[in-house]
């Protein structure tokens, strides 16, 4: 793939394709490349002219640089071989009848990609909208109007929503760089894109609509070197999708597909909206706002209602109100009358022009506990929004730092909007709204800042862990359990001491080397949730341990009487008041390859469903986040006068698991359920997995 930015910097654009006819796809394309900077040139043979430009017969006789193809279907791929031929690097594919369609387009879309690679093009599409970039004037699209001009960059995986986008972006302050409808992304995907725009000094804001990431690790890759410079936005579509694969483990049910986006988007540093009006809030706020600096809020406002609502929306970014230094509250009580409140949020009170307002405005921007403000308004008799939407503008200016503003209203508003998105500040009728862009802004101040997290190795005995597997392979199962916990042993992962044993006779021998009462349990591939049939005996005395065992057999043939049993772990029993019962697992994403999961334990992990994801492998750094995010972080920090648990050790174990999957793709799913962790350690008691023997 060569240089992608010549992409939106052509030369002579040859549409394959043009033709007069009304309503067509051809003519539209011609029509919008009239403003184009450089040359168009419509290549038809049947015909002189298109819309008053003279024809060529054939793309190779254009002399393009950039070739856009909105012929049928089944003609596409000479016109793409002859103009690679003469020379074009870059095409943009319009034409559907290819993947999207099934059956020949699907053929016919892998001889496009084959075209693509032996010429080296650069492919759009096919079966999308086409291209533009404004400061070439370059509309290579069907689409019924330009991209407004700006420094937001916008890709998407819909044509729909390209066009939808263009005609909403204009009345609200919204403007591009680039534009690119990727449809099937045969050749070019996001990834490309998100790499062509970090490295373009006109695109300040990458802005995407995406059903699908494809190559999830490689968009990360990407992705996470330019979130260092330019914030992506990205609203992915299909949240509720239900998790798609038949998981055996309980990583497998919990981590569904759109959790591994979720924890891919994070690595990736890109900001994930849910919704397409959230996407342009933060594109308009990322694109016209500086990011604050510190994490206090000021609010200015007339109306107390507001400013109380405001208040509270402030708790749910990752801002604080900001407590004024003196000198401010000075200055806000000299210019503010009897019964305003000079504390944050400020209420200057109903009867304020915008000299108060604005003094007032100025006055907590330049307090050092304030990173940005919002200024909220409601419409009074004395409140001029035409000098207040010019005077916040200003101050913005002067003090550089990120405001967002609520003049609520109706026309009058409509003006004030204006004059507001002319200065970079975006304008919301809910307070909510203009508080949520600023968490917008610090949100990414924390992606920007955030430490390179290079995965932790561990010493590990790989060679033993692959013997594990291999017997499992030799045996022919794909499921395992408490049997390969000499897994864990060679990863370094603290086992209670325990061993699976065919007798009853090998069982009290056991039992007798361990101090004290046994657990013991079933071991059999068969049997899933071993305690759900009575599978596990906690606390077995000496005395019991050879009944036991007759017991948890008779069980296993009762549940399945064919069922595989491979004998009985016998296990020391492990110190469970003063801890917690954890899981640890690992799970295989298609797109984004193997992800580790961590959460509350036990035998009720799936009613909690409390639980982090990340990519693995894992920073320790990253491994420490994912305790901190479960709900039940306090019980790990030692609630109710408890003493906390190791956590230390409980990021390394999730490091080595993760080490271990990374090291061994045949691990398809992992569970170790529960991972008891202790104010003096780790145990893992129980072990489940999933193998795929042919990738061993
Ligand atoms: P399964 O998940 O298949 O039912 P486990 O081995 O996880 O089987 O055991 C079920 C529960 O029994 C655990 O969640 C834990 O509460 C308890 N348990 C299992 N092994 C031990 C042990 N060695 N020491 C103390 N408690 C244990
Ligand atoms: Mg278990």
Request: hydrophobic share 45%.
């Given at each position: 793939m060569g240089e992608l930015s010549a992409l939106f910097a052509p030369d002579r654009v040859a549409v394959v394709g043009a033709t007069e006819r009304q309503g067509s796809v051809g003519r539209a394309l011609v029509e919008n490349l009239a403003e184009f900077d450089g040359e168009v040139v419509p290549v038809n043979p049947?015909?002189?002219?298109?819309?008053?430009?003279?024809?060529?017969?054939?793309?190779?006789?254009?002399?393009?640089?950039?070739?856009?193809v909105a012929v049928p279907a089944s003609a596409v791929l000479d016109v793409v071989r002859e103009a690679a031929e003469a020379g074009i690097r870059n095409v943009v594919v319009i034409s559907a009848g290819f993947g999207e369609a099934g059956g020949e387009g699907v053929a016919r879309e892998r001889d496009l990609t084959t075209l693509a690679d032996e010429y080296d093009l650069n492919v759009v599409g096919p079966n999308c909208l086409g291209v533009i970039s404004t400061p070439v004037g370059l509309n290579a699209t069907f689409a019924p109007r330009m991209a407004p001009t700006g420094a937001v960059s916008f890709l998407s995986q819909?044509?729909?929503?390209?066009?939808?986008?263009?005609?909403?972006?204009?009345?609200?302050?919204?403007?591009?760089?680039?534009?690119?409808?990727?449809?099937?992304?045969?050749?070019?995907?996001?990834?490309?894109?998100?790499?062509?725009?970090?490295d373009d000094e006109e695109t300040d804001v990458i802005v995407g609509y995406l059903e699908a990431i494809e190559d999830g690790r490689r968009f990360v890759d990407v992705a996470r070197e330019v979130t260092r410079e330019t914030p992506v936005v990205v609203v992915k579509s299909g949240r509720t999708e239900a998790g798609a694969q038949a998981a055996s483990s309980h990583t497998g049910a919990m981590a569904g597909r759109d959790r591994a986006y979720e924890a891919g988007l994070r690595e990736a540093g890109v900001v994930r909206t849910d919704t397409v009006q959230d996407l342009f809030d933060a594109a308009r706020v990322l694109a016209g706002q500086p990011v604050p600096e510190t994490d206090g809020v000021a609010v200015v406002t007339n109306a107390g209602g507001p400013g109380v609502m405001a208040t509270d929306a402030v708790g749910e970014v990752p801002l604080s109100l900001a407590e004024f230094e003196n000198v401010t509250l000075d200055r806000l009580r000299d210019c503010l009358p009897e019964g305003a409140n000079v504390y944050n949020p400020v209420d200057v009170i109903g009867d304020a022009d915008s000299d108060r307002m604005c003094t007032a405005l100025d006055a907590v921007l330049a307090d050092d506990a304030v990173g940005a403000a919002v200024v909220i308004a409601a419409p009074t008799a004395t409140l001029d929004y035409d000098d207040l939407a010019a005077d916040v503008a200003d101050l913005q200016a002067s003090h550089g730092l990120p405001v967002t503003t609520c003049l609520m209203g109706g026309e009058r508003a409509r003006r004030a909007e204006d004059v507001l998105e002319g200065a970079g500040i975006p304008n919301y009728f809910d307070p909510?709204?203009?508080?949520?862009?600023?968490?917008?802004?610090?949100?990414y101040r924390e992606i920007r800042e955030r430490e390179p997290a290079t995965p932790t190795t561990y010493d590990v005995d790989r060679e033993a862990a692959r013997a594990v597997l291999e017997r499992a392979r030799d045996r022919g199962t794909t499921r395992l359990g408490v049997e390969a916990m000499p897994l864990l042993d060679a990863y370094g992962i603290p086992t209670p001491a325990g061993e699976v044993v065919d007798s009853p006779v090998e069982a009290l021998d056991v039992a007798e080397r361990i101090d004290g009462p046994v657990v013991m349990k079933i071991v059999s591939p068969d049997i899933l949730h071993k305690s759900d049939i009575g599978g596990v005996k906690v606390g077995v005395s000496q005395e019991a341990v050879y009944d036991a065992f007759e017991d948890l057999v008779t069980r296993a043939r009762n549940y399945q009487p064919d069922a595989t049993i491979l004998g009985v772990q016998v296990q020391e029993m492990v110190e469970m008041d003063a801890g917690v019962e954890t899981i640890a697992g690992t799970n295989r994403d298609p797109q984004f390859g193997p992800l580790v999961l961590f959460g509350l334990g036990g035998v009720f992990v799936e009613v909690m469903e409390d639980t982090a994801l990340r990519l693995a492998p894992l920073a320790e750094s990253t491994a420490r986040e994912m305790l901190d995010e479960i709900d039940a972080a306090p019980l790990l920090s030692g609630a109710r006068g408890r003493d906390p648990v190791d956590k230390a050790a409980v990021a390394e174990t999730l490091g080595r698991l993760s080490q271990l999957v990374t090291d061994f793709p045949a691990i398809l799913e992992l569970d170790v359920n529960p991972l008891v962790a202790n104010p003096d350690g780790v145990q893992a008691v129980d072990l489940r997995l999933t193998v795929d023997p042919d990738s061993l």
């Open positions: 049947n015909c002189e002219t298109v819309c008053g430009l003279s024809t060529v017969d054939g793309v190779g006789e254009a002399g393009a640089d950039l070739a856009v819909s044509g729909a929503f390209v066009t939808a986008v263009l005609d909403w972006a204009a009345d609200h302050g919204v403007g591009f760089k680039d534009v690119v409808s990727l449809g099937n992304k045969a050749i070019l995907d996001e990834s490309d894109f998100v790499d062509t725009w970090g909510a709204r203009a508080v949520g862009s600023l968490g917008t802004l610090s949100r």
